[in-house]
């Protein structure tokens, strides 16, 4: 089967660094990515990992490490604004999104 | 201009009832996708069309109905409402499919409650 694992909730105050895990298990892996939902919104896309390493937008970066099955969003600086649920999905041959269970970001003043 | 857009927001009505959900995507996106979001926030995929076909059929109760009159147009029919079927429900569009690197862009959501 396919399943992702993330924390929960984590918590930061502002202008601190904070990463959320993820961990999978899926066949025919193509990539992992990220998406950012506040409350009553809609999912946005933050970023993509199709290969090994760091991929770096602005305030938020995205690791991936395809032989650990394993992941993280780092998001520096941060904001009150950045509060929100944050998703790892991976992508694979099966042509669907699979989500994690979603992590709850509060950012504290 | 909204890239892609449901309608209605909110939906509330009595178990048994049939009722529609309609998304739309301008987008020029050759997928549509719907999603289920529960009380948990648990995201779930439930069908997809590519180029009006349709590609995936998540194992949804045949009471759920999708339709793509164009590759514009992805809605969703339900029949006989249960209370189980309260959720937010997502539209979605990507240009190819969803396994690739290609960014999925949600539509705003319809929360429908059943009573």
């Known amino acids: 089967g396919q399943s992702l694992e993330q924390p929960s909730e984590v918590t930061a105050v502002e202008g601190a660094i904070v990463q959320i895990n993820c961990t999978y298990q899926?066949?025919?892996?193509?990539?992992l990515s990220w998406y950012q939902q506040h409350d009553g919104g809609a999912p946005t896309f933050l970023s993509y990992?199709?290969?090994?390493g760091l991929e770096e937008t602005g305030r938020f970066s995205s690791f991936l490490s395809r032989s650990d099955s394993y992941g993280y969003l780092l998001l520096q600086e941060l904001q009150m604004k950045d509060s929100a649920s944050y998703f790892c999905a991976t992508g694979s041959n099966t042509d669907k999104l699979i989500f994690g269970t979603g992590t709850r970001l509060q950012v504290f003043p | 201009d909204t890239a892609v857009s449901q309608t209605p927001k909110y939906l509330v009505t009595q178990m048994g009832n049939d009722k529609s959900i309609k998304c739309e995507q301008n987008l020029g996106h050759d997928t549509m996708y719907w999603y289920k979001q529960d009380s948990k926030k648990f995201l779930k995929i439930m069908f997809s069309y590519n180029n009006k076909e349709l590609i995936i059929n998540e194992t949804v109760p045949n009471r759920f109905s999708p339709k793509s009159p164009d590759k514009a147009h992805l809605n969703l029919h339900i029949n006989s409402l249960e209370l189980g079927d309260s959720a937010v429900y997502f539209c979605a569009s990507s240009p190819g499919l969803a396994g690739g690197p290609d960014t999925q862009y949600f539509g705003p959501g319809t929360r429908l409650t059943v009573l």
């Open positions: 990992n199709a290969l090994d």
């Open positions: 899926t066949s025919g892996f193509y990539g």
